[in-house]
């Protein structure tokens, strides 16, 4: 059975930072395209970074791109989402996802929530001004 769950969410001002983390049970993070996606009130779920299978490539969104951080720790199972220089735009519950299909493609591709195959319950994220 694989789970995902992430942790590290909270209350933060702008201008500050948080790490969320996304523990992986049940498939290797080296063998699956990772993602992050956020939802915020009223909003469709939208791509924020992914980090593909072999570990070469990640993707950001415009909108987080310079401000945002993925990575990886295969030891530890574990995807990570760094978060610097938060807005109150940047509010919003934050989910991982996970794509076992090993392919190599584009970055419409990867930000396309419908291609991941596995997704966490979430973590909220709310920053204030």
């Known amino acids: 059975q694989v789970q995902l769950v992430e942790s590290g969410g909270g209350l933060v001002q702008a201008g500050g930072s948080l790490r969320l983390s996304c523990a992986v049970s049940?498939?290797?993070?080296?063998?699956?395209?990772m993602g992050w996606f956020r939802q915020a009130p009223g909003k469709k779920r939208e791509f924020v970074a992914a980090?593909?299978?072999?570990?070469?490539?990640?993707y950001y969104a415009d909108s987080i791109k310079g401000r945002f951080t993925i990575s990886r720790d295969n030891g530890k199972n574990t995807v990570y989402l760094q978060m610097n220089s938060l807005k109150p735009e940047d509010t919003a519950v934050y989910y991982c996802?996970?794509?076992?299909?090993?392919?190599?493609?584009?970055?419409?591709?990867?930000?396309?929530?419908?291609?991941?195959?596995?997704w966490g319950q979430g973590t909220q994220v709310t920053v204030s001004s």
């Open positions: 996802a996970a794509d076992s299909k090993v392919v190599y493609s584009s970055s419409s591709y990867y930000s396309t929530p419908g291609n991941y195959d596995y």
């Open positions: 049940g498939r290797s993070v080296s063998s699956n395209t």
């Open positions: 980090i593909i299978w072999s570990g070469e490539m990640t």
